[in-house]
């Protein structure tokens, strides 16, 4: 398999260098793999997502998306909008807007009609099996339906790569391992690539790989697992 992202001596520090989240981590991911990025709260999981989804940028040391820097990609947003899909432990939805409102933001923006995106989202709520919910409100939703919204969100732009943060953390053990059948029927039919970090063994089993971290770094294998 190629390679998606790669990530080279990779450093993030916070407040003057006095927190060092990531510490000259290298990794590299291929494309349509289901990895589970693991270890103990502030190992440095989330910082890794958030630089590979774009959202911040490192310290010191190189991300790669097929081979090209970030810092040659363009404009960031825009890559961010037709390559990557993001879900959240907290949903994120905008309380405001209904379902199938929340799962159309993300197209605004794209080289989509707006009929077309409309077609698409319509869909992919009776596919999730939301359509009697698409006008429904966040608050009158179950935390499952919520993050079935999300995960349509996330998909709506039809991205190469979904990173999701601890996606099943606010779910029941029944919400979650639909959350994590659907998420993993979805790698499987559009050949996606997944990046998860979680806290929970049985949510890192789904994946096809663990990456488990330790102060920054990439714990080399066989060492004692920190989930």
């Known amino acids: 398999m190629s390679s998606l992202v790669e990530a080279v001596n990779v450093g993030m520090e916070f407040d003057d260098g006095n927190v060092r989240a990531l510490?000259?981590?290298?990794?590299?991911?291929?494309?349509?793999?289901?990895?589970?990025?693991?270890?103990?709260?502030?190992?440095g999981k989330s910082s890794l997502l958030s630089i590979i989804g774009s959202l911040e940028v490192p310290s010191s040391g190189e991300l790669r998306y097929?081979?090209?820097?970030?810092?040659?990609l363009g404009e960031l947003a825009a890559f961010r909008r037709t390559h990557i899909g993001f879900i959240f432990q907290g949903f994120h939805l905008?309380?405001?807007l209904s379902a199938l409102e929340n799962i159309l933001v993300t197209t605004f923006g794209?080289?989509?009609?707006?009929?077309?995106?409309?077609?698409?989202?319509?869909?992919?709520?009776?596919?999730?099996?939301?359509?009697?919910?698409?006008?429904?409100?966040?608050?009158?939703?179950?935390?499952?339906?919520?993050?079935?919204?999300?995960?349509?969100?996330?998909l709506i732009n039809d991205p190469e790569l979904i990173l999701a943060d601890e996606p099943t953390g606010s779910l029941d053990s029944k919400s979650a391992d639909e959350v994590l059948d659907l998420i993993s029927d979805i790698r499987e039919k559009r050949g996606i690539t997944v990046i998860m970090v979680t806290h929970d063994s049985a949510a890192a089993a789904r994946a096809d790989r663990i990456v488990r971290l330790r102060d920054g770094q990439v714990e080399p294998a066989g060492a004692k697992e920190h989930l």
């Open 66 to 72: 097929r081979q090209v820097p970030y810092g040659n």
């Open 94 to 96: 905008i309380p405001t």
């Open 23 to 43: 510490n000259g981590l290298s990794l590299d991911i291929e494309e349509g793999g289901f990895v589970a990025l693991t270890g103990p709260s502030g190992c």
């Open 110 to 154: 794209s080289a989509a009609s707006a009929r077309d995106s409309l077609h698409r989202a319509t869909e992919m709520l009776d596919n999730l099996g939301l359509n009697q919910r698409r006008n429904h409100l966040p608050a009158q939703l179950s935390g499952g339906e919520r993050q079935r919204v999300a995960i349509a969100r996330a």
